[in-house]
């Protein structure tokens, strides 16, 4: 795992955060790798990465708080479901189904302030093995650095 950080480390120093969400997109079988942050009651998307390479729909952009997965990861600290339209803890949410896959983890500078999310995320079933998820919460420490301010 300590080779793989270094090599995401790698990435965001190289190319900045697109890079580095393209390396972790690429670990994982989740269409998309992102960022969010909130803003106004709404999380805008900082850097996204579609595997198909396809221009991100405006859905994905800009999210109301309380229609996106990432409020989960803001109350609780963390989200994953690899199967939404049977999780009932999404029981009447407006994407339950729809956005089949979903785990995320929040992003801090210091540990108190939050800065946004990492999310993988697909309209798929998909699974995170949990090792990867477990490189998943080391990356989430690497890579508040590398978010623009603000």
Do not use: W
């Not at 198909?52 to 479901?81: N, Y």
């Not at 929040?106 to 540990?111: A, K, M, Q, V, W």
């Not at 302030?113 to 998820?133: A, I, K, R, S």
Request: net charge negative; glycine share 12%; hydrophobic share 40%.
């Amino acid at each position: 795992m300590e080779n793989a950080l270094l090599a995401l480390r790698a990435h965001l120093d190289q190319g900045g955060l697109p890079a580095g969400l393209k390396f972790l997109n690429d670990r994982v079988s989740h269409r998309f790798t992102g960022v969010y942050r909130l803003q106004g009651g709404t999380m805008h998307n900082a850097g996204l990465i579609d595997k198909r390479g396809e221009i991100a729909p405006d859905a994905l952009l800009a999210v109301p708080l309380t229609s996106s997965f990432c409020q989960f990861v803001l109350r609780d600290g963390v989200f994953a479901t690899g199967l939404s339209g049977s999780d009932d803890r999404l029981a009447g949410h407006p994407y339950q189904g729809v956005l089949n896959s979903y785990v995320g983890l929040p992003l801090t500078r210091t540990g108190d302030d939050l800065q946004g999310t990492l999310c993988h995320f697909d309209f798929e079933p998909v699974q995170v093995p949990e090792p990867e998820f477990d490189f998943l919460r080391k990356a989430a420490l690497l890579l508040p650095r590398y978010l623009p301010r603000g």
